[in-house]
């Protein structure tokens, strides 16, 4: 019976052990998640830093277009283009495309900021995670060692080393 009471110390240390190195590959496990989740949101971040790129070019096109079409109008009714209210009309078009134009560059700077940031918090998570599989590990190697040493404690009281 004594054998049996040490024998199922023995395994419980073993089971220790296990249940370390398997905690510590759940947690590798959720790192990895945690990496790949903050790259999915760079890439989305990315794909958002591209579409404020495109309306920027938008609206350079755009006023491209609306300065043309008032120097054409001008030109076409006899009128200076480059004086008087026809320029102010094309100062004010100007001015307002070049308020959209840096809107979306400023966006474009905040979502690349943003991307360093989600990066750098999937990475420090991660870290932790994988930080908490070693430990578990470790404490897995510690719960194994003290169940081997009652083992051996209850080994030597009943007698089992000899005299």
Known sequence: ????????????????????????????????????????????NRAEVLNHKRQGIEVLKKIS??????????????????SGSVQNLAVYNLGKGVTDFYTSRENQMIMQAQSSVIEAGGQMQAAQYQMAGKLAKQQGYINAIASFSGAASSAKQFGMFGG
């Open 1 to 44: 019976m004594e054998a049996i009471a040490v024998g199922g110390q023995v395994l419980g240390g073993f089971a220790a052990i296990q249940q370390g190195r398997a905690q510590q590959d759940m947690y590798n496990a959720q790192a990895k998640q945690a990496e790949m989740q903050a790259r999915n949101q760079v890439l989305q």
């Open 65 to 82: 277009q609306n300065l043309a079409s008032i120097n054409a109008r001008a030109a076409a009714g006899s009128i200076d283009p480059f």
